[in-house]
């Protein structure tokens, strides 16, 4: 297989409302065309069992989340829910385990060169309404926070995508066994990543 040092794995899952949307085949299409390889792929409607396994957090994580969510109630002027940081954080992940939930899911095991920041940058910021034009989020739906906790739900952002390579280990683990994830070659890694690739070329052509 070709690979490089730089070569990572992460997973991505379409949520419920990429697929009740039928946008399996747009959003995999964005991941495909940048380059990236995707090594496993299945559709899983998840208990609440998979599902909260999949949100669990450290206590730190959970209150970092807590506080960062505070922080972007002050700035919107409105008063957080909770003041607790823990609290908060377990109210959203209430929220996330109820959409997760829903309905059937696609999990993938997406790999190729940074292959956790590539992915999140094509999905987006997880804020619909303020993340980058081009990108999953921005370009395919239209929800928002404000929308979300006026309707004490979570934001429907149609995709998931690991934060980190540790983070990307667990979950992978957790959706897929070793057996599902598949190594092949592709066509284009010789392009994308063969040293030689320019010299191969250059060798044809005066040798023509």
């Known amino acids: 297989m070709m690979k490089t040092h730089y070569h990572e794995r992460t997973l991505v899952l379409l949520k419920p409302d990429s697929v009740q949307r039928g946008l399996i085949g747009e959003i995999i299409t964005r991941f495909e065309r940048r380059g990236l ?8 409607w998840p208990d609440r ?11 730190a994580d959970m209150v970092a989340l807590g ?3 505070i922080s972007s109630y002050r700035e ?5 829910k909770f003041t607790d940081p823990i609290k908060i954080a377990r109210d959203i992940q209430r929220k996330l385990l109820s959409y997760l939930t829903t309905g059937p899911v696609v ?5 190729g060169a940074h292959a956790v920041e590539v992915v999140r940058k094509i999905r ?6 303020s993340a980058d034009v081009g990108t999953i989020t921005a370009d395919l739906t239209i929800d928002s926070y404000y929308m979300s906790d006026a309707s004490e739900r979570a934001v429907r952002n149609l995709v998931h995508a690991s934060s980190s390579t540790e983070e990307a280990e667990r979950e992978i683990a957790l959706w897929f066994t ?10 284009i890694e010789k392009i994308l990543y063969d040293p030689k690739w320019e ?8 040798g023509s």
């Open 37 to 44: 390889k995707i090594v496993a792929m299945k559709m899983v």
């Open 67 to 69: 506080e960062k969510a």
């Open 107 to 111: 999990a993938l095991v997406i790999e």
């Open 76 to 80: 919107k002027g409105e008063a957080p």
């Open 124 to 129: 987006g910021g997880t804020n619909p309404l």
């Open 178 to 187: 070793e057996p599902d994830i598949h190594d092949y070659d592709l066509g």
């Open 49 to 59: 069992a998979l599902a909260q396994k999949h949100y669990d957090m450290p206590k």
């Open 199 to 206: 010299r191969e070329r250059e060798r044809l052509v005066g």
